[in-house]
């Protein structure tokens, strides 16, 4: 399988950037609540090559999942990387003893993340950095200015070519485009989940990825059984329904679904490539109350 053929076809995110519009998240790579090791190395590692063997270019990942497990998994089983891959990461938190998720922020923290993602990588330079702001499930009000700084600075020291934000709202990105462009926005979002409806219209009118994750998060048994309905009439699983409206939603919009079975990867990547009709979307969308 090939790029053209995956679903959903390619994004240029900038210039030197095209990324498949299914990629893959490596999140699921690391341990149970995203800490520690793997319980299956092996199965993580073959992972990884069949995320290249269907065509798939864009990985997203983070020095935090671990912490630098994922990271150092994915050096282990792709490096020296094609040149055609792309690797996401993110920074802006870090893990502590109890697999808490504490903020790490400062302009000094930062540094220190974009180094262990080198370092853990094996890059020179990092493609695409994200900064990540909010909570879990949606952004916090605040300033971005001093650690987007930071960050701005290390890319025109040469250490990151493009930035990008994660949990954050209309105003914070506003705010990071004052100091630097940024080329993808990573935020919750789902088919039941839609706050963000006029953001990833805002976005794709500039040309700007927008990344949703956790694509079956915080459903009501009720938008749960509507989906259950939609999928089972449709032949598919509802994975693969949320996936493909997902990628019919906007022509900005990226997968990177989580997996640590090759199964389960096949599985989400013909998902995506499922045929929704215009009923199927009419349907789909009375989950979510959009906000205009």
Known sequence: MTSKSLPGGTFTMAPDLTVTRVGYGAMQLAGPQVFGPPKDHAACLAVLREVLALGINHIDTSDFYGPHVTNQIIKEALHPYPEHLHLVTKVGATRDAQGGWPRARSP????????DNLRNLGLEVLEVVNLRLGGFQEPEPGS??????ALAEMQQQGLIKHLGLST??????????TIAPIVCVQNFYNIANRADDALIDSLAAQGIAY??????GG????????????????GATP?????????????N???IPGTSSVGHLRENVAGAGLTLSAEDVAELNALGQAVK
């Open 144 to 149: 971005l200015v001093e650690p987007f700084t």
């Open 253 to 255: 919009i990226l997968l």
């Open 239 to 251: 994975m693969a329904v949320a996936l493909a409206w997902l990628l019919q939603r906007s022509p």
């Open 219 to 234: 459903f009501t048994p009720l938008q749960s059984g509507v989906l259950d309905t939609v999928a089972a009439r449709l």
């Open 108 to 115: 000094q923290e930062l540094r220190q993340a974009v180094h």
């Open 168 to 177: 954050v709202s209309a105003e914070q990105i506003a705010e990071a485009q």
């Open 211 to 216: 990344v949703p994750y956790f694509p079956l």
